[in-house]
């Protein structure tokens, strides 16, 4: 891990009487790209307002570079760049003029800092056109420029990919890599794409309902998951299946899927072991299938589809 850019300490929100963001805790490194994963109302947001004080938080702590929001505001959000959103652009000028006035209403950007950023974003033969002939993809890139003009160590953006084509997430999913590989920063990027956060991110933070269900390396998160194996059986030689499955010393759980199968968690290279058993019991199989888990299978997983039972069901291990 590199240092802590972002720690964000038991921060809570309450709107209009009703609690909005609980206890949420997590932190960012430097050189690594975060994903802030959950549905649409799931409070991403509302969070990200919070870390660049466009809103107050009604408690915790947040921290930039080790230095607190809240008591030293100024060089804590001197530290960040972010685009919450889309990205505030003026249309009727250039590529290069909007540079060069936010360069202007930070202070201290000289002009090769502009020059510098236009070719890491790759925007050199645009930069003097009009914004209002940009692609979104463009814009999208534009943006960042912006937000990194004054060199920050924390990059925050809120759903970069909304309404790019394919080709344009590619891109964009290449250049955040780059930002964290190359350049070092910590890069945070909330979403409700699960493709996306899977192929970009390092480590995710899961939320659902204004809490954070779980925090770690997307692989490692997947893995925890990974291996399920689906049988099914007749109806009448279910109960006996499920028996068997779960006396065998290499399957960790077994569980009912409601649609007629039982699912086990286990090492796929075994099932032909586990088949064996099942036969020697005399127990009919109508049907194997080795399940592959993706972020999305986790997610699901972890929320219950979005409701707060899943989420117990996780922390639990139960189903």
């Known amino acids: 891990m590199g240092e802590t850019v972002l720690s964000v300490k038991g921060l809570r929100k309450t709107i209009?009487?009703?609690?909005?963001?609980?206890?949420?805790?997590?932190?960012?490194?430097?050189?690594?790209?975060?994903?802030?994963?959950?549905?649409?109302?799931?409070?991403?947001?509302?969070t990200i307002r919070m870390l660049v004080g466009l809103a107050s938080a009604d408690g915790g702590e947040i921290e930039i570079g080790g230095i607190s929001l809240r008591r030293s505001f100024p060089e804590a959000i001197a530290q960040v760049g972010c685009i919450v959103e889309n990205p505030e652009l003026y249309?009727?000028?250039?590529?290069?003029?909007?540079?060069?006035?936010?360069?202007?209403?930070?202070?201290?950007?000289?002009?090769?800092?502009?020059?510098?950023?236009?070719?890491?974003?790759d925007l050199e033969r645009a930069i003097d056109d009009k914004v209002k002939t940009y692609s979104l993809g463009m814009r999208q890139r534009l943006g960042i420029a912006q937000a990194l003009l004054h060199r920050p160590k924390l990059l925050i953006l809120d759903e970069p990919t909304n309404g790019l084509d394919p080709a344009g997430i590619r891109e964009l999913r290449q250049f955040i890599r780059r930002l964290a590989e190359e350049e070092g920063l910590a890069v945070f990027v909330s979403s409700h794409l699960l493709s996306e956060i899977e192929m970009m991110c390092d480590r995710v933070a899961i939320i659902n309902k204004g809490r954070v269900i779980s925090v770690g390396p997307v692989q490692e998160l997947m893995e925890q998951f990974a291996d399920r194996v689906a049988w099914t059986f007749p109806p009448e030689a279910e109960r006996r299946g499920r028996d068997v499955l779960s006396r065998l010393s290499f399957v960790e759980r077994v569980w009912p899927d409601g649609e007629g199968r039982l699912y086990c968690r286990m090492d796929t290279e075994r099932i032909s072991e586990a088949n064996a058993a099942l036969v020697r019991a005399g127990v009919p199989v109508l049907g194997i299938v080795a399940k592959t888990v993706t972020l999305e299978d986790l997610f699901l997983t972890l929320t219950g589809g979005g409701g707060e039972d899943g989420a117990e069901h996780a922390r639990t291990g139960t189903k």
């Open 16 to 46: 209009g009487g009703k609690p909005i963001i609980h206890d949420m805790t997590f932190d960012v490194y430097a050189g690594e790209v975060f994903g802030f994963l959950g549905p649409n109302g799931a409070g991403k947001t509302t």
């Open 91 to 121: 249309k009727f000028m250039t590529g290069r003029e909007n540079l060069e006035h936010f360069a202007r209403m930070s202070g201290g950007i000289p002009p090769e800092r502009i020059e510098e950023i236009v070719r890491f974003v």
